[in-house]
Structures are given as C-alpha cells and as structure tokens.
C-alpha cells in the first residue's frame, strides 16, 4: 500500500479530535487539559502525538476551587526561609505592678484579672506602717507650724502697734526739736551780726551758739529714740519668725510628698497608698488578695500585658544568618488562626547562637488587634529575604 494511503485515517482523525477541542473551548470559558504526555508535546508535526483529553469546569467551579488561566510568563521570585517558632511579649509591654514600700498591707484591689486598664488608672490602694508614721510626723509638724505661725503673726501685730506709737512720739520731739533748731540759729546768726559790728557783747553771741548746740543735740537725740529702734527689730523679728513657721509648714508637708514621689505612687490623708497602672493593657493575672502583707518592697500584685503588638520569634540557622536583615518582612501563620496569615518586620536579630541548635533568635514585631496572637503559641515563620530566585 503506498505511504499516503497508510497515514490517510489518522490524519482525519487529527482533524476530527481539533475541531471537539475547538468546539469544547467555545462552549466553556475554563477548560483543563490532563494528559501523560512527557515532555516531547511540542515536538514537531511529523511525529504521532497521544491524544490530549479535556476536563470541562464551569465558571461557578472554577471561582469556588480558585482556578486561574493565565500566560506562562519568567519572573523573579523572593526567596524565603522557612523556620519554626513562637509568639512572645514585647519586653516593654508587659509589666509586673508591685508593692512600693515594705511592710505593704492589700486594703483594696480595684481591678479583676482580664480587665483592660489604662496608663495611671488606680489597680489597688496598700497602706504602710513606715508611710503611716510619716505621715502622722509630718502632720505634727504641720500642726506645730501653724501654732508658730499664729504667734509669730500676733508678735508681728504687737510689734507693729508699739513701732507706730513710738514713731507718733517721735516724730513729734522731732519736730519740736526742729523747731528748736531753728530759732536758735535764726539767733545765733543775727547775734554774730551784732557782734560783728560791736553792737553786741561777745558773750551774748557765745551763749546764741550754745544755744544753738543744744537744740542740735535735742534734735539728734530724737532721731535716735531708743524705744523706736527696739520697735523696729521687734518688727523685723516678728516678720522674721512668721517666715521660718511658714517654711517649717512647707517642709512638713514636702517631706512626706517627697516620699511618695521617690516611691511613684500617691498617698491620701490617712496615709493609704493608691498604686497605679504604669501601662495600658490587660490586668493578665492577680494573684494577690485582700489583707495580704508583704515584708519587703517589690512583692508582686498582679501582671498587666499590652498585648496589641507581639514579638514573633524565627529561629534562624547560623548558615542562613547572612540573608537576614532588620526592617524584611516575615510571614505568620499559628494553627489556632490556619486561614490567616500575619506579617511583620524584623526588629531584633539576636548576637548570640543558641547552644547546640546553633540557630539565632530572630524576632519580628506583628500587629495583633483584636489579640488573637497569644504569648507561648508556636508558629510557622517564613523570613522573605532580599535574594531572589
């Protein structure tokens, strides 16, 4: 049989199977190809082809099942580094509230585990024997202040009343005495005229100057009454002693104030002692109660934990450490949330390898609204490093 006759069947079968593909490609917007080829489909025409089978997918199926016909196109893709880890606390979120004082006694707590809280919000009130007795102190001596201060200001008024009398009595030889002076100048000056023109004996002109002296002393010694200057430093002590009394109450009360901002906390009229949230966040547990003591300062009243921002920790292999920088990005997933992924920057990259793992905490900073990222979960990290592929 000659060549042309032999391949003429399979030709037309070619033709007929084109033409189903054709038609099933116009029929249906998504067509999937499944075949067992191996490789050589795209060898040239000459060579016999097994034939390609379609399976037929409807729109519906093909958006529920996420299938996509795209162009076949070269691109660079990001390497990642895929490792194990978990979820932490950031350091400066989560806090521990303690007793400031020693010897601290729980009067009140003011706050459920699991509540939210906010920065300087009252979490519990302790009262302290040490605080106490400060506090009755410096109220001592605040009373005792205000009693000096009553006497000094009634010493004040007295002193006042007698420098008043004394510069009326005063004042009035003052001006007698002026007076004085100066009539017997007036005469002195017309006597030594006389005198002058020997109209006058010298000794009248003598006795016009000793008069004249005289009134001089009168007068000088009424400038300087001593009833007047002991009135006067009775004044300046009076006001002098108002002033310490004053400064005797301010310190009465800044000594025990002083103390509470050294602690960082604040005391009421009783000597109690509210002691407040440093942060906003989540009053995580309390395990303290009601009338408990502690001896020593620092004893622990609860934990509060601004869970918003958590640390997801990668643990890096020494061998990849060179691929990773502050600010990539790294991608979460925990299996508690397995339809979400989380992504992050790196903010930490620790400097020492850990033990015989030899691998190197690598901490991102993730958003975590709504807190469904929980300390101590374990997670799946990818690290999308600056190479590609």
Same mark, same amino acid.
Do not use: W
């Given at each position: 049989?000659?060549?042309?006759?032999?391949?003429?069947?399979?030709?037309?079968?070619?033709?007929? %199977?084109?033409?189903?593909?054709?038609?099933?490609?116009?029929?249906?917007?998504?067509?999937?190809?499944?075949?067992?080829?191996? !490789?050589?489909?795209?060898?040239?025409?000459?060579?016999?082809?097994?034939?390609?089978?379609?399976? #037929?997918?409807?729109?519906?199926? /093909?958006?529920?099942?996420?299938?996509?016909?795209?162009?076949?196109?070269? #691109?660079?893709?990001?390497?990642?580094?895929?490792?194990?880890?978990?979820?932490?606390?950031?350091?400066?979120?989560?806090?521990?509230?303690?007793?400031?004082?020693?010897?601290?006694?729980?009067?009140?707590?003011?706050?459920?585990?699991?509540?939210?809280?906010?920065?300087?919000?009252?979490? /519990?009130?302790?009262?302290?024997?040490?605080?106490?007795?400060?506090?009755?102190?410096?109220? &001592?001596?605040?009373?005792?202040?205000?009693?000096?201060?009553?006497?000094?200001?009634?010493?004040?008024?007295?002193?006042?009343?007698?420098?008043?009398?004394?510069?009326?009595?005063?004042?009035?030889?003052?001006?007698?005495?002026?007076?004085?002076?100066?009539?017997? #100048?007036?005469?002195?000056?017309?006597?030594?005229?006389?005198?002058? #023109?020997?109209?006058?004996?010298?000794?009248?002109?003598? &006795?016009?100057?000793?008069?004249?002296?005289?009134?001089?002393?009168?007068?000088?010694?009424?400038? %300087?009454?001593?009833?007047?200057?002991?009135?006067?430093?009775?004044?300046?002590?009076?006001?002098?002693?108002?002033?310490?009394?004053? %400064?005797?109450?301010?310190?009465?009360?800044?000594?025990? &104030?002083?103390?509470?901002?050294?602690?960082?906390?604040?005391?009421?009229?009783?000597?109690?002692?509210?002691?407040? %949230?440093?942060?906003?966040?989540?009053?995580?547990?309390?395990?303290?109660?009601?009338?408990?003591?502690?001896?020593?300062?620092?004893?622990?009243?609860?934990?509060?934990?601004?869970?918003?921002?958590?640390? /997801?920790?990668?643990?890096?292999?020494?061998?990849?450490?060179?691929?990773?920088?502050?600010?990539?990005?790294?991608?979460?997933?925990?299996?508690?949330?397995?339809?979400?992924?989380?992504?992050?920057?790196?903010?930490?990259?620790?400097?020492?390898?850990? !033990?015989?793992?030899?691998?190197?905490?690598?901490?991102?900073?993730?958003?975590?609204?709504? !807190?469904?990222?929980?300390? !101590?979960?374990?997670?799946?990290?990818?690290?999308?490093?600056?190479?590609?592929?």
């Amino acid at each position: 049989m000659p060549n042309s006759a032999r391949f003429q069947p399979i030709v037309t079968m070619r033709c007929v %199977s084109s033409t189903l593909v054709s038609l099933s490609l116009l029929a249906s917007p998504v067509v999937v190809l499944a075949h067992s080829g191996h !490789g050589n489909e795209f060898q040239g025409e000459s060579e016999a082809t097994p034939a390609t089978s379609s399976i #037929q997918v409807d729109t519906q199926t /093909a958006q529920r099942l996420g299938i996509k016909v795209e162009p076949v196109k070269s #691109q660079r893709l990001a390497v990642g580094i895929k490792t194990t880890g978990q979820i932490e606390t950031l350091p400066s979120k989560q806090v521990e509230v303690t007793t400031p004082i020693a010897g601290a006694k729980v009067v009140e707590l003011l706050v459920e585990p699991g509540a939210l809280v906010k920065q300087g919000q009252p979490v /519990a009130v302790v009262s302290s024997p040490d605080l106490v007795e400060l506090r009755v102190n410096s109220q &001592e001596k605040l009373a005792q202040g205000q009693a000096d201060l009553q006497q000094a200001l009634a010493d004040l008024k007295l002193a006042q009343q007698n420098r008043d009398r004394y510069q009326q009595i005063t004042d009035s030889e003052i001006a007698q005495a002026q007076s004085q002076v100066a009539y017997a #100048q007036e005469k002195y000056d017309k006597d030594q005229a006389l005198a002058a #023109q020997d109209a006058l004996p010298k000794r009248n002109a003598l &006795e016009s100057q000793t008069q004249l002296a005289q009134a001089k002393a009168e007068l000088t010694k009424a400038n %300087s009454r001593r009833e007047v200057i002991e009135a006067e430093n009775q004044l300046k002590r009076a006001q002098a002693s108002i002033n310490v009394a004053k %400064s005797r109450i301010n310190l009465s009360n800044s000594t025990y &104030e002083t103390r509470l901002q050294q602690l960082g906390i604040r005391g009421n009229a009783k000597g109690l002692v509210t002691v407040t %949230s440093p942060i906003s966040g989540k009053v995580a547990d309390r395990e303290v109660t009601l009338g408990q003591t502690f001896e020593d300062a620092g004893g622990k009243l609860m934990t509060i934990i601004n869970d918003n921002q958590v640390f /997801a920790t990668a643990n890096i292999y020494k061998k990849d450490l060179d691929k990773v920088r502050t600010g990539q990005q790294v991608r979460v997933k925990v299996a508690s949330v397995p339809n979400r992924t989380f992504t992050g920057r790196i903010a930490v990259i620790n400097s020492v390898v850990a !033990g015989e793992t030899q691998v190197v905490p690598v901490k991102a900073e993730i958003d975590n609204l709504g !807190g469904v990222l929980k300390p !101590g979960m374990f997670a799946e990290l990818e690290v999308l490093t600056n190479q590609t592929s």
